[in-house]
């Protein structure tokens, strides 16, 4: 079964571009929104809005606050969110193809 957060969770997510290199997706849902586990490989992720998370991988689990307009490197991972706030998520994923920087899915959350 494949964790693609796009197969997975449709709802929120959508393919923006997509060629041999990368893959840029949007993300979009409201408070108390959840998403199932799913994968991303090493990406760049850009805030389009402030919002709270809560991310779970396994028996881990790590709240984020993020503000609008920022930036962050996403390490490979598996996981699944809640929008744990009072504002809609919105968000840019600009996915990498290719073998991760740093093998070996330890991490949650942004950096």
């Known amino acids: 079964m494949s964790l693609d957060p796009v197969g997975t969770n449709p709802q929120h997510y959508r393919v923006l571009f997509e060629n041999g290199r990368v893959r840029v997706l949007e993300y979009n849902d409201r408070p108390g929104d959840r998403t199932t586990p799913h994968t991303h490989p090493d990406s760049v992720m850009v805030t389009l809005s402030s919002y709270r998370r809560r991310l779970q991988a396994g028996d881990r689990r790590r709240d984020v606050e993020l503000t609008e307009g920022a930036a962050h490197w ?3 991972q598996q996981h699944a969110g809640e ?7 919105h968000a840019v994923f600009v996915e990498l193809k290719g073998a991760p920087a740093l093998p070996g899915g330890s991490y949650l ?3």
Not at 83 to 89: F, S
């Open 109 to 111: 959350g942004p950096d």
């Open 74 to 76: 996403l390490p490979a």
């Open 83 to 89: 929008n744990i706030g009072d504002t809609p998520t």
